[in-house]
């Protein structure tokens, strides 16, 4: 029900002329990685039906897993992981992350209403977080 990282994958294919389906790869993990506390069964049940992890005891292991699963496939078929990886975006400076924070919290004209999880100054750790972090390989 979270569609957050849907509206930042737009936000980044407009800012930087990248696919749709690169921006997208190029984030999810570490979107993931921020939010599936929220809905840890969830993730655990995507964990298991899509990406075959065997049951786990622990929704929190089966999840990361699960995860961990999904960046190895992106990178798999060649997608990038992360804002480092995308050569289309590579790692920004402090200015533009906070403009594509504010694109992804703040509503306009014709845009959805933003997730709980996009509030500016959440959002901005998250970003500024994820072009330095590496996703496991």
Known sequence: KDFA?????HELSAMFDTAHGA????????????VYQQNRPAF???AE????VIAEADDTKAALSGIDKTVA?????GMPASLEENKDIGVQDDGIL????????????????PSS???????TRFIKQQTTQKNSK
């Open 23 to 34: 921006s997208l790869a190029t984030v999810w993990g570490s979107w993931a990685k921020t």
């Open 49 to 52: 039906n899509v990406m075959g």
């Open 44 to 46: 655990a049940r995507f």
């Open 73 to 77: 496939f992106f990178r798999s078929i």
């Open 98 to 113: 906070r403009d594509l924070a504010y694109r992804c919290t703040y509503t306009a004209p014709g845009r959805l209403e």
């Open 117 to 123: 999880f996009w509030e500016k100054k959440r959002f």
């Open 5 to 9: 990282v849907h509206q930042l994958g």
